[in-house]
């Protein structure tokens, strides 16, 4: 999966950068979380949940995992 996204990230980056939605599994999400980053990586994301990462000099920084927020407005 990471390889996927960083394709993805630098395919983006090439073509002047942008957003990206991707859309997976909350259990993809995780695994791939956990070997991205040092934060705590729950062990379940709900349903259509949003979690951001940034691609920036051939890095991912994550910013947020599993926000709901905008469920609730």
Known sequence: M????RNIAKDTEKKGGGNVLVVSHGMAIITML???????????????SVTKIIYKDGRFNVQ????TTYLEQ
Do not use: C, R
Request: aromatic share 0%.
């Open 34 to 48: 956990s070997d991205m980053t040092e934060q705590k990586v729950p062990g379940h994301l709900e349903n259509s």
């Open 64 to 67: 947020s995992i599993g926000d």
């Open 2 to 5: 990471q390889k996927a996204l």
